[in-house]
C-alpha cells in the first residue's frame, strides 16, 4: 500500500492482509522470541519512507517476519530485495509475496548475527567509500536483543569497511527499544548520553526518526518502538581502530556516576596507574573531574589518540585488562588466605 499522497512506484496485485496470513500460516508471534508484528500498512509505508528514495535500490529486509514491511519496500518499486529470516514459519507467506513480485525478491532462511553480507549484492553497486552511498540499503523490525548486538556488529563493520560496507557507506534504517534509539542520539549532557552514543556517532551520521507506540504491535511489546537512520560518515570522528575506541569508551562509562578519572585509570596497570592516568588526561586536556555523560567527541578523540600514543610507546598496554588484574588478585588473596602460617620454632 502506498503512502497518503504518495502513488505506489510498484502495484503488488490483491494480497491476503498481513493477519490473514498470521491466521493462514498459523504464525502466533513467540514471545521467548520478542516477536511482536507491523499489521498496519501505513505505518510500515512510514518507516521504509524514512530509508530515502528506493527506486530501483537494492535492500535487505532484516526479519521479515509475516512481511508488513517487506509490502512496503516492494511498493517503493525497488530492483532486488534480500529476505533474511531467521524462523522458518514466515517462509512459505514470503513465498506469496516473492511470487507476487517475480524475480525480486530472494529469501534466506538463516540468521542475521552470522549471515555474510560480502557477497549479498551485485559488485557493480560498489561505491567508492567518500562517493555518494551506495544504492543498497538495509531495512529491519528485529527483536531488541538482536538489533543492539547487531548494530554494534556493523558499527565495527563499518569502521573496518567491511561486510555490508564493502559496497561503501550503505544506509541502515533498524528499529530498536525507544531508550537504545535515546542512547543512539544523545548528546553530551545528556542523560541517555553512553557507550552507543559515541561508538554510533563518531561512525555515522545518526537520526531518530519516530516513535511507534507499543499498541501499533501485536502483540504489544512492554516499551514504545524507535526508528532510526544511520548513514556511514566518510571521516569517522575518531580516526582510530575500533578495539581502542571501544576499550577507550567502555573504561570511561563503566563508572558512570564517578568523575571520568575513575574509568580512565583501569586503562593502566596497578603499578604506575595514578601517574600514567594524570599523563593521559594532561596530554588529552580533559577535565579529570567531568562525568562519563558530558564528555564531547573531541574530547573522545584526544583521549583515543592520546592512549594510542601511550600503547605505540609502550606495546604491552593494549593487551591490559583491568578485570584480568582484578581476577588474579582476588585469587592471590585465596591462595595468601588458605596457605598455612608459618609457625617459628
Ligand atoms: N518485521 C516484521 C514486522 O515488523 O512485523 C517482524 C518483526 S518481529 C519483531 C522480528 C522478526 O525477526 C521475526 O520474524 C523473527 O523471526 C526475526 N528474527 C529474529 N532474530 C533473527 C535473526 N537473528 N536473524 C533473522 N531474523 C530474525
Given at each position: 500500500m502506498a503512502a497518503p499522497g504518495k502513488v505506489a512506484a510498484f502495484r503488488l496485485p490483491p494480497l491476503p492482509t498481513i493477519g490473514e496470513i498470521i491466521k493462514l500460516f498459523r504464525l502466533k508471534a513467540q514471545k521467548q522470541l520478542s516477536q511482536n508484528f507491523l499489521l498496519d500498512l501505513r505505518l510500515t509505508d512510514k518507516i521504509v519512507r524514512q530509508a530515502g528514495e528506493l527506486k530501483n535500490a537494492h535492500v535487505c529486509e532484516v526479519g521479515p517476519g509475516p512481511g508488513g514491511i517487506t509490502r512496503s519496500i516492494l511498493s517503493a518499486g525497488v530492483e532486488q530485495l534480500l529476505l533474511i529470516e531467521k524462523?522458518?514459519?514466515f517462509i512459505p507467506g514470503l513465498q506469496i509475496l516473492s511470487e507476487a513480485a517475480p524475480g525480486k525478491v530472494r529469501i534466506v532462511h538463516g540468521d542475521i548475527l552470522t549471515?555474510?553480507?560480502?557477497?549479498?549484492?551485485?559488485?557493480?553497486l560498489k561505491k567508492n567509500w567518500d562517493d555518494e552511498p551506495p544504492d543498497i540499503h538495509i531495512i529491519g523490525n528485529l527483536p531488541f536483543s538482536v538489533s543492539t548486538p547487531l548494530i554494534i556488529k556493523w558499527l565495527e563493520n563499518i569502521s573496518k569497511k567491511d561486510g555490508p560496507f564493502i559496497y561503501g557507506r550503505t544506509q541502515m534504517t533498524l528499529t530498536f527499544q525507544k531508550e537504545v534509539g535515546e542512547r543512539l542520539i544523545a548528546n553530551p549532557g545528556g542523560r541517555q548520553r553512553s557507550r552507543l552514543s559515541i561508538m554510533a556517532q563518531h561512525l555515522c551520521t545518526v537520526k531518530n526518526c519516530f516513535v511507534i507506540p507499543g499498541e501499533a504491535f501485536v502483540p504489544k511489546p512492554e516499551v514504545d518502538v524507535a526508528v532510526v537512520h544511520f548513514t556511514p560518515l566518510v571521516q569517522p570522528k575518531i580516526q582510530q581502530p575500533f578495539e581502542l575506541v571501544e576499550k577507550v569508551v567502555r573504561s570511561v562509562f563503566q563508572?558512570?556516576?564517578?568523575?571520568?578519572f575513575r574509568g580512565l585509570e583501569t586503562l593502566f596497570p596497578q603499578d604506575g596507574r595514578l601517574k600514567r592516568t594524570e599523563q593521559l588526561m594532561m596530554t588529552a586536556n580533559v577535565d579529570p573531574t567531568l562525568r562519563p555523560f558530558q564528555l564531547s567527541m573531541s574530547q573522545f578523540r584526544n583521549l583515543c589518540d592520546t592512549y594510542r600514543k601511550m600503547c605505540d610507546e609502550d606495546p604491552s598496554l593494549f593487551a591490559y585488562s583491568y578485570r584480568e588484574e582484578l581476577k588474579q588478585n582476588k585469587k592471590m588473596r585465596i591462595l595468601l588466605k588458605n596457605q598455612p602460617e608459618q609457625t617459628e620454632k
Open positions: 524462523d522458518p514459519r549471515y555474510k553480507m560480502e557477497k549479498a549484492f551485485p559488485k557493480h563508572f558512570r556516576r564517578k568523575y571520568c
